[in-house]
């Protein structure tokens, strides 16, 4: 079984910072990616930043230079620097890892409950 579980959201003014992390538990599987995603009232869950197998990353154009995230594989998990934070970053922020249990077998998605980040204006 996995589970992820995310802390580090709250409230903070504009031009603030915040850092999330999440930790994913279990055994018996081969992470992929790890990354997070966020949905702001209305509208669709987006992809915010993703760290792959490599160490590659990747960032929503709309976050980049002021968000940052990071990962440990050791630790199974990951972590999300975020600065200079706007009104318009407020949303649920998921963790998410993409995972396969056998080396053949298909890469899956598992999710975090959300934690929720507001900036103030």
């Known amino acids: 079984q996995v589970q992820l579980v995310e802390s580090g959201g709250g409230l903070v003014q504009a031009g603030g910072s915040l850092r999330l992390s999440c930790a994913v538990s279990?055994?018996?599987?081969?992470?992929?990616?790890m990354g997070w995603y966020r949905q702001a009232p209305g509208k669709q869950r987006e992809l915010v930043a993703i760290?792959?197998?490599?160490?590659?990353?990747n960032y929503a154009d709309s976050v980049k230079g002021r968000f940052t995230i990071s990962r440990d594989n050791a630790k199974n998990t990951v972590s999300l620097q975020m600065n200079s934070l706007k009104p318009e970053d407020t949303a649920v922020y998921y963790c998410?890892?993409?995972?396969?249990?056998?080396?053949?077998?298909?890469?899956?998605?598992?999710w975090g409950e959300g934690t929720l980040v507001t900036v103030s204006s």
């Open positions: 760290s792959t197998s490599g160490d590659s990353t």
């Open positions: 279990g055994s018996g599987f081969s992470i992929n990616a």
């Open positions: 998410n890892a993409k995972l396969k249990w056998t080396a053949t077998g298909p890469l899956l998605s598992y």
